[in-house]
């Protein structure tokens, strides 16, 4: 356990025996020890070197390239699970790993829960997170069943929101082992916001949800976009978590692009 503790502050990691810990508990055999020691040694991220994080609760499977859940997103995860009620559809774009898709499933009974991503080892990852077949590969909502169309209850968005010139000074383990797809949002970190509200009209069902993690510098801004689609906005915040959530809501009443009564 020393030699491991020892070997893991030398390479800078700040809570070297909280992680000795789990790499120990994680190992078969001395063997892997060895290996997973090494590639945390070399930089990888430690939710990596295990195969999982922990999230919510729940132990959800993260690969290698792909994005790793981060604990302030627990606060988007915790104000989808309120959101949605047994029945419910759900759509976790961005999806990622599908951590939020997994612990709204695993929390509100008889839910169908869809998630998408762009990103070929993404989708692979969250199809072990949400089994079922409902994780689709595409743009945003492009790859969704289109009879999902004005029926969702809740959209979740976890798109990458840092700006793209601060992406160099993000920590290595972000920047040199996580997908720029993932991380870069654009010149203000919006970008992909932008198109998730410009479209989320034709999705929601009367009373349904958008909810999309920003940083607080940015949630004046969102909201803005929120009330210029016609949706009823607050924000939420967890400031030990350091976490912002923008939520939008449709009126019950108010129809959508497609409906009859617009024409």
């Known amino acids: 356990m020393s030699s491991v503790v020892d070997r893991l502050r030398a390479a800078g990691c ?69 959101l949605t009620h047994p029945g419910s559809v759900v759509v976790d774009l961005c999806c990622g790993s599908a951590a939020v898709a997994a612990v709204v499933a695993d929390s509100v009974t008889d839910t169908q829960v869809h998630a998408a991503d762009i990103d070929a080892a993404a989708v692979r990852c969250a199809r072990r997170n949400l089994p079922g077949g409902r994780v689709h590969q595409g743009d945003l909502f492009e790859p969704l069943p289109g009879a999902l169309r004005g029926q969702v209850e809740v959209v979740v968005c976890n798109a990458p929101y840092v700006p793209s010139g601060q992406v160099a000074m993000l920590p290595p383990e972000a920047r040199e082992h996580e997908p720029l797809v993932a991380l870069d949002g654009g010149p203000d970190g919006l970008a992909v916001q932008r198109r998730v509200v410009a479209s989320a009209a034709q999705w ?60």
Request: with cysteine.
């Open 14 to 82: 700040v809570f070297a025996e909280q992680e000795a810990q789990l790499l120990l508990a994680e190992a078969g055999s001395p063997a892997q020890l060895e290996r997973m020691v090494s590639r945390r040694v070399e930089g990888l991220p430690l939710e990596v070197v295990l195969g999982w994080v922990r999230f919510c609760g729940l132990r959800i499977a993260v690969e290698p390239g792909v994005f790793v859940p981060r604990r302030r997103t627990q606060l988007l995860a915790q104000q989808a699970v309120a």
């Open 204 to 263: 929601l069902a009367p009373g349904g949800h958008l909810l999309i993690e920003s940083t607080r510098r940015q949630a004046e801004t969102l909201a803005g976009l929120f009330t210029a689609a016609g949706l009823t906005v607050r924000v939420t915040t967890d400031p030990g978590a350091g976490a912002t959530v923008v939520i939008g809501s449709r009126r019950a009443s108010q129809g959508g692009p497609h409906d009859p009564r617009e024409a």
